[in-house]
């Protein structure tokens, strides 16, 4: 492991670690700029302007929290509701970064900082993949193979974003674009249910959330996160105990 | 827009925040710091539960009353999209479907 310079907003990288970073993520381009486009527009057609939804975009670059929280914020709700909801969707990333902490955790603090921030979903997924059987963790390779992708998939998305918001009002109401964004979020959801705590958790957080859906100040959805949550961890606990009693 | 855009501005500010909160969240601690088994779990659990709790309201509750019936064509889009889902592992696919089901249904059911 190595200690790097405390300048700069980057660690030190091999180029050739770079580009074959931005090799493996450019076939995932065109899935990300679908995703980056239908966030966009849609941000747009519930709302937002042009500026506010530019705004959101390059600073959060999140599209799943940026469209679980964009209902709630077209309709007013408290924003300490809103940002607790980002909160719970961004939970997998606190993971991610428990994961893959070691190539990273000995550089300056800005660095690390920025590293975090592009670590979403699939840059985490092949970063892991990528180096399991790695002996050392943290050198110009790994740090050059993860900031060519994530630095490839932010372009990427930002620019279908940006292009996403400045079509979105051309797009008529009717076609659905609300619904889109559901649909978007199907597409991160269903890959995340996998075994039975998570399963039963998400059937008892999808009965409470529309049970729950005119509580007051749009809480009904924190209440459907905590009924759920408490469900799968009880699931989990459960089947532990009877795994033991099998063995 | 409906809401005022000191509203949006300092909103969006917060939503920022959390993201570097959780993403970057392991990076800044020092390693002797670790994530608790239970931690991990309610981490695991937790954003698959409220996206679906984004994602059921918006599309059961149509208009501010529930409609779990084959008349409400979100849902039977929904459905359609995510059996393309699950069948191709595609985005494009998935969205796509949905929307012509859903326009289809919108135009002649």
Request: aromatic share 10%; charged share 10%; glycine share 8%.
């Amino acid at each position: 492991m190595q200690r790097t310079s405390t300048r700069g907003l980057f660690p030190p990288m091999e180029r050739s670690a770079f580009r074959e970073g931005v090799r493996v993520m450019a076939p995932m381009g065109l899935p990300v700029a679908v995703w980056g486009l239908v966030t966009g527009a849609v941000m747009v057609n519930a709302g937002l302007s042009v500026p506010i939804a530019l705004q959101m975009s390059v600073m959060m670059y999140a599209g799943s929290a940026q469209l679980a929280t964009l209902p709630l914020l077209v309709a007013g709700a408290p924003l300490p509701v809103v940002w607790a909801t980002s909160l719970v969707v961004n939970l997998r990333f606190v993971i991610f970064a428990a994961a893959s902490r070691r190539a990273f955790v000995h550089l300056p603090w800005q660095q690390r900082l920025i590293a975090g921030y592009l670590n979403g979903d699939l840059g985490f997924a092949l970063f892991t993949q990528r180096f399991r059987n790695a002996t050392e963790h943290g050198n110009p390779e790994q740090w050059g193979y993860f900031f060519g992708m994530n630095t490839f998939n932010w372009a990427a998305w930002q620019v279908s974003s940006i292009v996403g918001i400045l079509l979105g009002n051309i797009v008529p109401e009717e076609w659905g674009l609300g619904l889109a964004s559901y649909l978007a979020l199907l597409a991160v959801l269903i890959p995340m249910v996998r075994g039975m705590p998570a399963v039963a958790g998400t059937v008892v957080a999808a009965v409470v959330s529309v049970a729950a859906h005119d509580l007051p100040l749009r809480s009904g959805l924190l209440v459907a996160v905590a009924a759920g949550v408490t469900v799968a961890m009880a699931t989990e606990k459960w089947r532990h105990r009877v795994q033991a009693v099998a063995a | 827009m409906s809401q005022s855009w000191p509203y949006y501005v300092i909103g969006i500010v917060g939503l920022t925040v959390t993201v570097f909160a959780t993403r970057s969240s392991f990076f800044m601690l020092p390693a002797r710091y670790q994530l608790p088994p239970w931690l991990e779990s309610l981490m695991r659990y937790a954003p698959a539960c409220a996206l679906v709790a984004v994602i059921a309201p918006g599309i059961l509750v149509p208009g501010g009353h529930v409609d779990v019936g084959w008349g409400n064509h979100q849902l039977v889009a929904a459905v359609a999209s995510a059996a393309v889902f699950v069948r191709w592992r595609n985005m494009l696919a998935t969205i796509t479907v949905g929307l012509l089901v859903f326009t289809a249904l919108r135009l002649w059911a």
